[in-house]
């Protein structure tokens, strides 16, 4: 269970990032960080970001930081693809290998530990 709540830690951050950055779009396309399409999407950003905090918390109760962190590095998987189908980033073919180094990193980390 507590590696569960991990990993929605994880997703949390990954989608706390997508939404960081529609404010920052939000913010390029209004100028005013008092804009209400602006002030909505960071203020839900700072939302997700402190909920996901308190469930790290909770999770750090309950395991080894050196057991659980690994997962954190999920989130450079995570917010790359997130980019890629809500902005329609692309990237290039060394990318993949990239991802698939991390996935295995973390793979044998929680496995060692």
Same mark, same amino acid.
């Given at each position: 269970?507590?590696?569960?709540?991990?990993?929605? #830690?994880?997703? =949390?951050?990954? #989608?706390?990032?997508?939404? *960081?950055?529609?404010?920052?779009?939000?913010?390029?396309?209004?100028?005013?960080?008092? @804009?209400?399409?602006?002030?909505?999407?960071?203020? $839900?950003?700072?939302?997700?970001?402190?909920?996901?905090?308190? $469930?790290?918390?909770?999770?750090?109760?309950?395991? @080894?930081?050196?057991?659980?962190?690994?997962?954190?590095?999920? $989130?450079?998987?995570?917010?790359?693809?997130?980019?890629?189908?809500?902005? =329609?980033?692309? *990237?290039?073919?060394?990318?993949? %290998? =990239? %991802?698939?180094?991390?996935?295995? =990193?973390?793979?044998?980390?929680?496995?060692?530990?």
């Amino acid at each position: 269970m507590t590696y569960l709540i991990a990993l929605f #830690c994880v997703v =949390g951050i990954a #989608c706390g990032q997508i939404l *960081f950055k529609l404010s920052a779009a939000s913010l390029q396309k209004t100028g005013s960080w008092f @804009d209400p399409s602006t002030m909505v999407v960071l203020f $839900a950003s700072f939302a997700l970001y402190g909920v996901m905090t308190v $469930a790290w918390i909770w999770v750090l109760q309950k395991a @080894d930081l050196g057991k659980v962190y690994p997962l954190m590095a999920l $989130a450079f998987v995570i917010v790359p693809l997130g980019s890629h189908l809500v902005f =329609g980033e692309r *990237f290039q073919p060394q990318y993949f %290998v =990239g %991802v698939a180094l991390i996935i295995s =990193g973390i793979v044998i980390a929680v496995r060692s530990a």
